[in-house]
């Protein structure tokens, strides 16, 4: 059996093979995306494991309310009395049709102006290459066939189509009553959602060279209990109906070129023949992507993934159209993590419009001294669950001036709300966030989760961090300081009271949070409890610009989160010798959420880090030496899970399996700016780990 020889990306192949057996590859995943909030995802042998798995993800509302429209293709090809499958799927009890033994390899381009994946099969009696494009800034999908035949037998290949049409958090089931009208329209697929007119789906077939005869003969019919086998591990529903629509045949011999078309969510069939004739000119001038250089390594990869969380926002304020999404497949657009990877993403790449937009997209919706957490998938609402993203907040609006140079939008954008977040803070506002007689931020209650270890499932909270968190306050020291600085000249009471506030926190956090007998902070504070759990949120009273603690005690900390809780891929959420560390995150939503944050490894965090070991340990050769073999295990993640990009987190004990969203924004962001520092301090570029 011919398991997928090899696996070769393109524009960053460097022409090593990836090998594993069907278990593993299942476990490899592709992704592209629109500029929308919708993709396009699946795994290298082309056989659906999740939901959120398909051809074309569409958003209606962009980036959020997004639905599955195109499941997949079924193909098979025709030749000499058999029939040969190069589609691969499973069922309950089953794998079939099983077409990945004929696959030969697997190229994808996940950047660019058309970013595409590609199949190629052999077999005796013929070559197939079946190229799935995105367009992006529409939702369009363009599909290729390119078959080449040994013989001079005609063949035939079949496509047939499978339909989800749902919200792409759901499953559908074919036992409810038939929900989408379909029809076969001047050789177009049409089908539109009888419940939600607007949610549409048009397929388009266009003959191509080598080509005798080709049609579409619309034939809806439920294939059912396709199995989802990464949903199951996940403890999730895994089994789900689609239809197919019918089989689109095309008759050749020789060679034979095929082209198909999908559009999702537009307003009439006419609107969808124009987008599809578009999209068919567009794929006829767009030269064909070459296999890059072996040179494409390790950064090009990077900046590859980081444009894919930065999405536009559909708005009527041209100033706002720009967000990030926060992870795919399932996040939206979240304030927090917006921040923390706007340097990364944009900033260190000098893409300040945008930076500028994301920053004024959250901005505009500051309410009550905070900013929203994030934005509502259905309604657009804001929620404003979070005391750190609005500190974050002024950390970005900072770093963006800093590196753009940009004072008349602080000035007349980012300072007001910024403001708005410090009197909030000290007159007390939502979730009981306020300033103590300390000067230190106290948040919370029992029942809220209003960190960034925000795990809560069934009124569970299962990382309670009410009253005084270590990170939270060296944020707001941070915050002050920023403020107590640019707003000199500007608003100098402000100014002069916010650098008063940064006093007292100097004065006030060492005491309240250092823990003498452990020789490391505190993780949360509250009257006379104190939580001594090590884990990595005390790296912040290190890593940020201004100085909490003295250098014998930021040594420490570094210590105690080197020796604890640091790992090939980030810092663990919570020490392995701790009451209630859990090793894995497996198991079902409840058990997965209680592990999130109980020893869980954050990719995220390898970014402070290196900012506290390079103030801890200077800024010297050898320094930054062992901070790059330091991130080298995550630079070679590029090549597993979710190829080309980082995943959310990674089992907290050894091999430290991915885990959550296959691509993270602050993951990929986080590794881009440190690379960045890392070059800036010595002036060279980045060791190439073997993987790039």
Same mark, same amino acid.
């Given at each position: 059996?011919?398991?997928?020889?090899?696996?070769?990306?393109?524009?960053?192949?460097?022409?090593?093979?990836?090998?594993?057996?069907?278990?593993?590859?299942?476990?490899?995943?592709?992704?592209?995306?629109?500029?929308?909030?919708?993709?396009?995802?699946?795994?290298?042998?082309?056989?659906?494991?999740?939901?959120?798995?398909?051809?074309?993800?569409?958003?209606?509302?962009?980036?959020?309310?997004?639905?599955?429209?195109?499941?997949?293709?079924?193909?098979?090809?025709?030749?000499?009395?058999?029939?040969?499958?190069?589609?691969?799927?499973?069922?309950?009890?089953?794998?079939?049709?099983?077409?990945?033994?004929?696959?030969?390899?697997?190229?994808?381009?996940?950047?660019?102006?058309?970013?595409?994946?590609?199949?190629?099969?052999?077999?005796?009696?013929?070559?197939?290459?079946?190229?799935?494009?995105?367009?992006?800034?529409?939702?369009?999908?363009?599909?290729?066939?390119?078959?080449?035949?040994?013989?001079?037998?005609?063949?035939?290949?079949?496509?047939?189509?499978?339909?989800?049409?749902?919200?792409?958090?759901?499953?559908?089931?074919?036992?409810?009553?038939?929900?989408?009208?379909?029809?076969?329209?001047?050789?177009?697929?049409?089908?539109?959602?009888?419940?939600?007119?607007?949610?549409?789906?048009?397929?388009?077939?266009?003959?191509?060279?080598?080509? &005798?005869?080709?049609?579409?003969?619309?034939?809806?019919?439920?294939?059912?209990?396709?199995?989802?086998?990464?949903?199951?591990?996940?403890?999730?529903?895994?089994?789900?109906?689609?239809?197919?629509?019918?089989?689109?045949?095309?008759?050749?011999?020789?060679?034979?070129?095929?082209?198909?078309?999908?559009?999702?969510?537009?307003?009439?069939?006419?609107?969808?023949?124009?987008?599809?004739?578009?999209?068919?000119?567009?794929?006829?001038?767009?030269?064909?992507?070459?296999?890059?250089?072996?040179?494409?390594?390790?950064?090009?990869?990077?900046?590859?993934?980081?444009?894919q969380f930065v999405v536009r926002r559909q708005t009527v304020q041209p100033d706002q159209d720009v967000t990030i999404i926060a992870g795919?497949?399932?996040?939206?657009?979240?304030?927090?993590?917006?921040?923390?990877?706007?340097?990364?993403?944009?900033?260190?790449?000098?893409?300040?419009?945008?930076?500028?937009?994301?920053?004024?997209?959250?901005?505009?919706?500051?309410?009550?001294?905070?900013?929203?957490?994030?934005?509502?998938?259905?309604?657009?609402?804001?929620?404003?669950?979070?005391?750190?993203?609005?500190?974050?907040?002024?950390?970005?609006?900072?770093?963006?001036?800093?590196?753009?140079?940009?004072?008349?939008?602080?000035?007349?954008?980012?300072?007001?709300?910024?403001?708005?977040?410090?009197?909030?803070?000290?007159?007390?506002?939502?979730?009981?966030?306020?300033?103590?007689?300390?000067?230190?931020?106290?948040?919370?209650?029992?029942?809220?989760?209003?960190?960034?270890?925000?795990?809560?499932?069934?009124?569970?909270?299962?990382?309670?961090?009410?009253?005084?968190?270590?990170?939270?306050?060296?944020?707001?020291?941070?915050?002050?300081?920023?403020?107590?600085?640019?707003?000199?000249?500007?608003?100098?009471?402000?100014?002069?009271?916010?650098?008063?506030?940064?006093?007292?926190?100097?004065?006030?956090?060492?005491?309240?949070?250092?823990?003498?007998?452990?020789?490391?902070?505190?993780?949360?504070?509250?009257?006379?409890?104190?939580?001594?759990?090590?884990?990595?949120?005390?790296?912040?009273?290190?890593?940020?610009?201004?100085?909490?603690?003295?250098?014998?005690?930021?040594?420490?900390?570094?210590?105690?989160?080197?020796?604890?809780?640091?790992?090939?891929?980030?810092?663990?959420?919570?020490?392995?010798? &701790?009451?209630?560390?859990?090793?894995?995150?497996?198991?079902?939503?409840?058990?997965?959420?209680?592990?999130?944050?109980?020893?869980?490894?954050?990719?995220?965090?390898?970014?402070?880090?290196?900012?506290?070991?390079?103030?801890?340990?200077?800024?010297?050769?050898?320094?930054?030496?062992?901070?790059?073999?330091?991130?080298?295990?995550?630079?070679?993640?590029?090549?597993?899970?979710?190829?080309?990009?980082?995943?959310?987190?990674?089992?907290?004990?050894?091999?430290?399996?991915?885990?959550?969203?296959?691509?993270?924004?602050?993951?990929?962001?986080?590794?881009?700016?440190?690379?960045?520092?890392?070059?800036?301090?010595?002036?060279?570029?980045?060791?190439?780990?073997?993987?790039?």
């Amino acid at each position: 059996m011919n398991v997928l020889q090899t696996v070769n990306a393109c524009p960053q192949a460097d022409g090593a093979p990836l090998r594993g057996d069907l278990d593993a590859l299942l476990n490899r995943e592709w992704l592209l995306t629109d500029g929308r909030g919708g993709f396009a995802m699946g795994t290298v042998l082309g056989c659906p494991t999740r939901r959120y798995h398909g051809m074309m993800i569409a958003s209606r509302r962009p980036p959020l309310e997004r639905f599955l429209l195109l499941a997949g293709t079924l193909e098979r090809v025709a030749i000499q009395g058999r029939t040969v499958d190069l589609s691969t799927a499973q069922f309950a009890s089953v794998t079939h049709p099983t077409g990945y033994t004929g696959l030969k390899n697997f190229d994808y381009c996940p950047g660019g102006s058309a970013p595409w994946v590609q199949w190629t099969f052999t077999h005796p009696q013929f070559e197939a290459r079946k190229r799935l494009t995105l367009h992006p800034g529409s939702n369009v999908v363009h599909l290729r066939y390119e078959i080449t035949s040994s013989i001079p037998d005609e063949f035939e290949l079949e496509v047939l189509p499978l339909l989800a049409m749902r919200d792409f958090h759901g499953l559908q089931r074919g036992d409810a009553i038939e929900p989408w009208e379909m029809s076969d329209e001047a050789g177009g697929l049409w089908v539109r959602d009888r419940s939600q007119p607007d949610v549409t789906l048009a397929m388009f077939p266009q003959r191509g060279a080598g080509l &005798e005869h080709a049609a579409l003969d619309v034939q809806p019919s439920w294939w059912r209990d396709f199995h989802y086998r990464a949903e199951v591990e996940r403890g999730e529903p895994g089994t789900e109906d689609l239809i197919c629509a019918g089989v689109f045949r095309a008759a050749g011999s020789r060679t034979m070129a095929v082209e198909l078309v999908g559009v999702g969510m537009a307003a009439s069939m006419d609107q969808a023949r124009s987008a599809a004739e578009r999209a068919f000119v567009r794929a006829g001038t767009t030269a064909q992507p070459r296999r890059s250089p072996r040179d494409r390594g390790i950064r090009q990869r990077l900046r590859e993934a980081a444009e894919q969380f930065v999405v536009r926002r559909q708005t009527v304020q041209p100033d706002q159209d720009v967000t990030i999404i926060a992870g795919y497949p399932w996040f939206g657009d979240w304030g927090r993590d917006a921040f923390i990877a706007l340097e990364g993403l944009l900033l260190a790449r000098g893409r300040f419009s945008e930076a500028r937009k994301v920053l004024a997209t959250f901005a505009g919706a500051e309410r009550h001294g905070l900013i929203p957490n994030r934005f509502d998938d259905y309604g657009g609402q804001c929620a404003y669950n979070s005391v750190d993203a609005s500190l974050w907040f002024i950390h970005a609006a900072d770093r963006y001036s800093s590196l753009s140079g940009d004072e008349q939008v602080w000035a007349a954008v980012l300072a007001k709300p910024c403001r708005n977040i410090v009197d909030g803070f000290v007159q007390g506002t939502l979730y009981d966030i306020r300033v103590d007689e300390r000067g230190l931020v106290s948040c919370g209650n029992a029942h809220t989760q209003i960190t960034w270890m925000d795990a809560l499932c069934d009124g569970v909270a299962f990382t309670p961090r009410h009253g005084c968190p270590v990170e939270v306050n060296a944020l707001w020291h941070h915050a002050l300081r920023i403020l107590g600085r640019r707003l000199i000249g500007v608003d100098d009471q402000t100014a002069r009271r916010c650098q008063r506030l940064a006093e007292q926190v100097t004065a006030e956090f060492a005491p309240a949070f250092w823990n003498e007998d452990g020789g490391y902070l505190y993780d949360c504070v509250r009257g006379d409890f104190k939580d001594a759990s090590i884990r990595p949120n005390q790296i912040f009273a290190v890593s940020l610009a201004e100085d909490l603690l003295s250098e014998e005690k930021q040594r420490a900390v570094l210590d105690t989160v080197t020796r604890h809780l640091l790992t090939p891929f980030g810092l663990r959420s919570l020490a392995a010798h &701790e009451p209630g560390y859990c090793p894995r995150m497996v198991g079902t939503r409840f058990e997965r959420d209680r592990t999130y944050h109980n020893g869980t490894v954050w990719s995220w965090l390898i970014g402070p880090y290196v900012d506290a070991a390079l103030r801890v340990h200077g800024r010297t050769a050898e320094s930054v030496d062992h901070l790059r073999r330091t991130i080298a295990p995550l630079l070679g993640h590029l090549t597993e899970a979710g190829l080309g990009t980082i995943s959310e987190v990674f089992d907290g004990d050894a091999p430290h399996a991915p885990r959550g969203c296959i691509a993270q924004a602050w993951s990929v962001a986080e590794l881009l700016r440190i690379m960045t520092q890392l070059d800036s301090v010595s002036g060279a570029e980045c060791h190439a780990h073997p993987a790039g």
